[in-house]
């Protein structure tokens, strides 16, 4: 299998942040850039756009991304979405799952490619574990609903071979560059595209006592989950301002 056109859209997970690259736009790269730069050894032609922007949530992304998606005329499309909303105190997860699903069958519609995504398990995570229950309500949605259209479906949620430690960036809310490795070789695997992508090694970390374990948990909240709350409260997004990072399609490096 081949592919000539592919657009990915979402939040930050299909943006890339959390995998640094200031020679890119948005100072980012991510793993659709490395699924992109795979795909085009199997084309000269090849073409790829990313409309993803960091913080978006689930509703926005169908409103604001899907249709300029749909006007690049892919033969691939990635969306993935939901991770903003299901942190969110309240949620209607099945009202949710029925935006996602008018948005995915506008994708399909169009005879392309359509990749999915689970959100991975919270539970991972002892800060997020509240919200697993809600997640994987949601992420049974997203397995109806690919089944409904015959999207492909990448299940971050059964990802559970890695430690938060050693895939997550310094903000334990996005991936870092292992991470984002990790997701590439998963969706040119379920694509059944032949590639050369390994694992990046692991970083060593150090063992942290029970006491330095808090301490760095307790530093992790001032810097990092503090403001993201700050900014849920004020109605403000770390996306405010940010332009997507490959509007149109073009070749890949």
Known sequence: ??????????????????????????????????VAEALALHSPEFGYANLAIRGRKLPAIIEEQVGPAIDLAPDLISIHGGGNDVLRPKVDVDALAATY?????RLTATGARVVMFTVADPG???????????????????????????????DCWRMRDWKVAEVMDVDRLHLNPVGHQMIAIAVLDRLRIAHDLQPLAVP???????????????????????????????????GDGVEPKRPGLSPIG
Request: glycine share 8%.
């Open 101 to 105: 699903d008018e948005g995915v069958g």
């Open 124 to 154: 991972m995570n002892p800060v997020m574990k509240l919200i697993r229950g809600r997640t994987a309500i949601f992420n049974e949605w997203v397995r109806e609903i690919a089944e409904k259209h015959d999207a492909t479906v990448v």
């Open 204 to 238: 060593v970390l150090p063992e942290l006592a029970r006491r330095a374990q808090r301490q760095a948990d307790l530093e992790w909240a001032r810097s990092h989950f503090v403001p993201w709350v700050h900014r849920r409260i004020t109605g403000r997004s770390s």
């Open 1 to 34: 299998m081949t592919f000539q056109r592919y657009v990915a859209i979402g939040d930050s997970f299909t943006e890339g942040v959390g995998d640094p690259d200031p020679t890119r736009p948005n100072g980012c790269r991510g793993w659709a850039d490395r």
